[in-house]
């Protein structure tokens, strides 16, 4: 395994875990707090928004800054947020600093994912991306089922004291493991021209559907853990692992699945989403017994891989595409996965408040229907890599024979 790409993943690891921390424990928290539960899951609406925005302006600014250097100034960044949100006495200053972390935490992933390709060659880049964004997959199989445990146990403020520690474990890591001097692909050629060219305009849309499908659910997985199942407290910290094995598993599938063209792999993908979402909904409104445990635990974990498998899919491609600024298209399609989550949340929210919890699925499996439409138009293959190179080299040959 590749030390370096280990070293990297603990960055999404320190992001997906301060990101979610609290997801498990809005409940409590709106207890303590005083205020609705709704509201209290538009923390992930606010933090989301920012990271949507700040990710390509900073990514743009700070293009001709040293990679590593940036991703410690980012990770440190975090750490600051982690312990002011542990600290904040009332929501609206909990609120503040989650916003104002989330504008320059955006980053974490656009750079962690861009000297991921700037240390590994064309073809291994499904793969190694797949290694580095297992990072964030652990953040879900670990970091919120963990964080749920501990603010069940000692308070919600906990879960962010737990989110503090992993990002110190990320700064550790990444300076000793990844590669210095790490320079962007050509900084001064960088814009969104080209990172927006041919189909990446139309991926990038993609990001935002799966997320935003998937998180009208995952922003309030506490209540529609027990809704669909009856449990509460820590249990509900067991039942959210199964997101973290769907996740981990789906990465793999991803890199296996940018083989494929972009419209299958997506439209397979996007297809399983709207499955999973609308089976929230019916384990919800119908009384599945004995059964409900292991069927939420399968809605999960399909869940979860569905979409994480759509970033190695959707990243090998914009690499492909985007050229030189390839930082930048990552950051961009970064920003469609934080306004995916927060429109997500929204989305699940307003249909919580207004219509009933059971249906948050529904409008996720509708968003996800959405997402199959604008798949159906992508027109670039996401082939092997490898084997275009092989089959380049071959004709490359047989016309040097034939030249002779």
């Known amino acids: 395994m590749n030390l370096r790409l280990l070293s990297l993943a603990f960055a999404p690891f320190a992001f997906g875990t301060s990101a ?211 449990l509460e407290g820590a249990a509900i910290g067991g039942i959210q692992i199964a997101t973290g094995i769907g996740s981990l598993l789906g990465l793999p599938a991803g890199a296996k699945l940018a083989t494929l063209s972009a419209r299958r792999a997506l439209l397979i993908l996007l297809s399983i989403t709207a499955l999973t979402q609308t089976a929230f909904t019916l384990g919800m409104l119908y009384d599945l017994g004995s059964i409900a445990v292991p069927a939420l635990l399968l809605v999960m974990a399909l869940g979860s891989a569905a979409l994480f498998a759509m970033s190695p899919v959707i990243q090998a491609q914009l690499a492909k595409t985007a050229g030189s600024s390839t930082t930048l298209a990552f950051a961009i399609n970064g920003s469609m996965l934080y306004f995916g989550q927060g429109l997500g949340a929204s989305i699940g929210g307003g249909v919580y408040a207004g219509v009933a919890l059971a249906w948050v699925g529904a409008a996720g499996a509708c968003v996800a229907i959405f997402g199959t439409l604008v798949a159906s138009g992508l027109h670039s293959e996401i082939a092997s890599q490898l084997g275009q190179k092989r089959l380049a080299d071959r004709e490359g040959r047989l016309a040097s024979l034939a030249a002779d």
């Open 20 to 230: 979610f921390a609290f997801v498990g424990l809005i409940v409590p928290m709106s207890a303590s707090l005083h205020i609705g539960v709704p509201l209290v899951g538009q923390l992930q609406t606010a933090f989301a928004l920012a990271c949507g925005i700040g990710g390509p302006i900073l990514a743009r600014v700070l293009s001709r800054f040293d990679r590593k250097r940036l991703l410690l100034t980012v990770m440190l960044m975090l750490l600051v947020m982690n312990v002011a949100s542990a600290l904040a006495p009332t929501f609206s200053s909990l609120l503040a600093v989650r916003v104002i972390g989330g504008f320059i935490a955006a980053l974490t992933l656009p750079l962690a994912s861009g000297i991921t390709v700037s240390i590994v060659s064309e073809p291994q880049r499904p793969a190694a991306l797949a290694v580095v964004l297992s990072g964030y997959t652990l953040a879900f199989l670990l970091g919120m089922p963990i964080a749920t445990l501990l603010g069940e146990a000692y308070g919600w403020r906990a879960s962010f004291w737990f989110a503090g520690a992993i990002t110190v474990l990320s700064l550790v890591a990444i300076s000793i493991g990844t590669p210095a001097r790490i320079a962007t692909a050509a900084a001064a050629g960088a814009d969104f021209k080209s990172a927006l060219r041919g189909d990446n305009r139309r991926l990038v849309l993609i990001t935002l559907i799966g997320f935003c499908a998937t998180f009208s659910t995952v922003s309030f997985v506490a209540p529609v853990i027990t809704a669909f199942t009856g």
